[in-house]
């Protein structure tokens, strides 16, 4: 392989290997390509093929430097398992013959550091090999041992660079899995480790002093026992604490703070991380003494938590969260609970207060799963001998405890505008279902709303813990759709950057897909769950719901766009929808004519006998209901005469309005629901290509084979509802009310009125007229919704419809072509 190909290959070997973990078919092809290509034996005399392939290796691994190398550590587990049982097993001989020439490899770098010309691409190089090194230490630590001593001396890089860091700390983590498996390391040897770990974490930043600790922890812990060693580290960190606090509490204006900053910070972060991996309570530690070491910790962090510049407060939150990893029981502390309940809930803290808070539970249950599964590994080889699976089901218990002490507050962070924020709270989350520390139902209408994020990769997460749910417990999603989809629109609210606009319900691209159209999705192959869901929905647009219109609005907005598949879906929303109008919208009207003043008669133009029987039966002051009496060839003249009438009528009820317009403001604001209702009819009819007969036709109780049909779905076909926009907008529910807008809101009145009395289509009158009540239902839909024709809102001949079905029985379709 010539060298300029490299990159090619590289790019290749990253996208491929990314499917490790997809579908058995995808991963079983993954598998063996990479068997072949890198852990299929090398013969010893082929050098150039061993450096092609190390080469290879070294940079995929650091193409993934971002992105992490779960797919790494899983290709391998995948190969070494399968060859378990196997007398013959290539896979542990290639990874034996990897890492010995890795190892060879980053001597090479090493030597070759000192040419300046190539010093960056062999640092680069150098990285990459000891992250692989570090990767196959970790499923087989076994591989390393023989390296360990010539792995040591890379822990005294001098560092300048990130390169640099990144090499000592991926040599402390190699450590950390290989020493402990040494039989019989020289003292020396182990002594050099300790001290130079020390000093590591004397001199370096947080990262450092992270892995070197959790280092000197296994090696001490395990192999060692050199307690003094760390008894003393500990003490001089704890010292220089207690002496701070002690000073701040006597004169907490002092600027010794300030000026000590600092050494506060790191004093408070490896105190921490020392609490994390050594119990100073033992009395290989403290000998006698009956002082309560972890209590001393706990209140001297919780005192720092208090202080007022943040990066202390951050400081002393991360060493606490070492510290609980530790000593999980202070998680139950009164001040503890108090601490990270305010910060999760208290919407003007801090964001890295809140991020800290989420990453301290994340780490912890983190470092719990890795207990949990050293101890199955443990109690499988001795299952005999000792219960462990009981000891592991005590800790599971203890992490049940603490999350549900914290759950509440650790979903509520789901609404946050910050995208950080949201993301810890969904892997801590995903980590609770996937211990089972907590029952599933509850988060369900979380997980559904963080299925609406902005961000792919949280949606796709938070879909994925929905398919586990309802894997293991069919029903849960459905019964919680409707809580999911109200709160999927608060927590669009709280990420809505622009309050001054509406919240829609779609995906602002070409897609135009509803928010929630995974949860659909999920819902919609069982009739049954899939007609309660619409139902529930439809259901909000009730005037007795009371749903706030910029809600009724985002449900709108996921109705249009909702993955439909057969005919029967909208043909059922249709129908419901015409159902809500026939009764909201009476209770509307008959709202609306309760509110006016009805002594106002004498001020009006002289109307006809008729219209005054009927002004004193509704006190409105319009004509058109009189219509309902008059016979249809007249009726059908009124309604095409000019908008005089119309005007008058308009001014009829006005002169009717109460002083207070807080009825009129009801009324545009209830009346948004059946506006929408009606605009939803008519974008699905259009959509679908539906024509009236078609759904007057369509009856729920027959047979689900009539309507299984796909949906011939039409293109460019978009949901805008201009009015229920425009008065969101206008912000009119707080706004003054004008002349014009009273005269607009009473039109819209009289719209609705003609609506209504025209809601059922007649029978045609004579062959191919269209009847004045279907001109009447259509010109006010068109009012009523902004001017859209309502011709152009459904098919405009039969063979239109998604089916083509016979013409026969129909009304609207013939009657408008």
């Known amino acids: 392989i010539e060298q300029p190909t490299f990159p090619k290959i590289t790019e290749m070997c990253v996208k491929m290997i990314r499917r490790v973990n997809d579908e058995e078919g995808i991963k079983k092809l993954v598998n063996e390509t990479f068997q072949k290509l890198w852990f299929t034996p090398t013969p010893h005399h082929d050098k150039e093929a061993m450096t092609r392939k190390i080469l290879n290796i070294t940079d995929v691994v650091a193409a993934c430097r971002d992105t992490g190398y779960d797919w790494f550590e899983q290709l391998l587990q995948n190969l070494l398992k399968s ?11 290639a990874c034996t013959q990897l890492v010995d020439n890795l190892v060879e490899h980053i001597l090479k770098y090493e030597e070759s550091l000192s040419d300046s010309d190539n010093k960056g691409v062999n640092s680069g190089r150098l990285v990459a090999c000891i992250t692989t090194l570090f990767l196959f230490s970790k499923i087989r630590p076994q591989l390393m041992v023989k390296h360990a001593m010539t792995m040591q001396p890379y822990l005294t890089t001098k560092c300048s660079t990130q390169n640099d860091f990144m090499v000592i700390c991926n040599v402390a983590k190699i450590l950390e899995l290989v020493v402990p498996l040494m039989e019989h390391p020289s003292e020396t040897f182990l002594a050099t480790i300790e001290e130079d770990l020390m000093k590591l974490i004397i001199k370096y930043g947080m990262t450092v002093v992270q892995h070197c600790v959790s280092c000197l922890g296994a090696v001490v812990n395990k192999v060692t026992q050199n307690y003094k060693f760390v008894w003393a580290c500990f003490n001089r960190y704890y010292g220089a ?3 701070l606090k002690n000073q701040h509490q006597e004169d907490p204006n002092s600027t010794i703070l300030t000026a000590n900053k600092p050494a506060l910070l790191r004093s408070l972060f490896t105190v921490g991380a020392l609490c994390r991996h050594f119990d100073f309570d033992h009395e290989d530690f403290k000998g006698n003494s009956k002082v309560n070491i972890k ?3 706990l209140e ?20 606490l969260g070492f510290a609980f990893i530790q000593h999980p029981s202070l998680m139950f502390e009164q001040e503890v609970k108090a601490l990270y309940n305010n910060i999760l809930s ?28 050293q101890a199955d590994r443990d109690w499988k080889k001795v299952a005999k001998q000792e219960d462990l699976k009981e000891m592991g089901d005590i800790s599971s218990g203890m992490s049940s405890s603490i999350m549900q002490l914290y759950l509440k507050q650790v979903l509520e962070a789901f609404f946050h505008n910050q995208s950080n924020v949201r993301h810890f709270a969904l892997n801590v989350i995903a980590l609770t279902l996937n211990q089972g520390l907590i029952h599933p139902v509850q988060c369900v209408p979380y997980l559904i709303a963080m299925g609406t994020d902005p961000e792919p990769s949280m949606r796709n997460k938070a879909d994925q813990q929905l398919v586990e749910i309802d894997k293991k417990y069919a029903g849960f999603i459905h019964m919680k759709a409707v809580a999911g989809m109200k709160m999927s ?10 309050p001054k606009d509406p919240v829609r319900g779609f995906r602002h691209d070409e897609s135009s897909s509803a928010l929630c159209s995974h949860l659909y999705s999920m819902i919609r192959g069982n009739r049954q769950h899939r007609r309660a869901f619409l139902i529930s929905l439809l259901n909000l647009f009730d005037d007795t719901a009371k749903t706030e219109v910029n809600m009724l609005l985002y449900i709108a907005d996921n109705l249009a766009c909702f993955p439909y598949q057969t005919q029967e879906e909208p043909l059922f929303i249709m129908h419901h929808i015409d159902i809500t109008l026939s009764v909201s919208g009476s209770n509307l009207l008959q709202s609306f004519k309760e509110s006016m003043v009805k002594d106002k008669k004498k001020e009006r133009k002289p109307l006809s006998d008729e219209e005054t029987d009927s ?4 006190g409105s002051g319009s004509e058109s209901e009189a219509e309902a009496s008059k016979p249809r060839r007249l009726r059908k003249r009124v309604d095409s005469d000019s908008d005089s009438d119309e005007e008058n009528d308009i001014n009829a009820v006005m002169k009717c309005l109460p002083e207070n317009s807080a009825p009129l403001i009801e009324f545009a604001n209830v009346s948004q629901g059946i506006l929408l209702l009606l605009m939803l009819k008519q974008h699905l009819k259009n959509l679908c290509g539906f024509s009236d007969s078609k759904i007057q036709k369509y009856s729920p109780s027959e047979s689900a084979k009539v309507y299984d049909k796909a949906i011939n779905r039409k293109t460019g076909v978009h949901f805008h509802p201009k009015q229920t926009l425009d008065f969101l907008r206008s912000d009119m529910a707080n706004s003054k009310i004008t002349e014009e807008v009273k005269r607009s809101i009473v039109k819209q009145y009289l719209d609705f009125k003609l609506l209504m009395e025209h809601l059922d289509p007649d029978e045609e009158e004579e062959d191919g007229e269209v009847s004045a009540s279907t001109n009447a239902r259509n010109k006010a839909i068109t009012s009523l919704l902004g001017g859209g024709s309502p011709k152009n809102n459904a098919a405009e001949t039969e063979d239109d419809e998604s089916d083509g079905e016979d013409r026969g029985g129909g009304t609207s379709g013939v009657r408008r072509r």
């Open 83 to 93: 060859e378990e049982d196997a007398s013959y097993k290539p896979v542990k001989k």
């Open 241 to 243: 604490l207690s002496k």
């Open 295 to 297: 209590d001393k910790v």
């Open 300 to 319: 001297l962090l919780m005192y720092f938590t208090k202080h007022s510049d943040e990066e202390v407060q951050t400081k002393a939150i991360i060493g």
């Open 346 to 373: 208290d919407k003007s803290c801090s964001v890295n207060l809140k991020i800290q808070v989420l990453k301290n539970l994340q780490t912890y249950l983190q470092e719990e799963d890795t207990r949990m599964q």
């Open 489 to 498: 629109y608060q927590v669009q609210q709280a990420i809505n950057t622009c």
């Open 615 to 618: 002004d004193s039966n509704s």
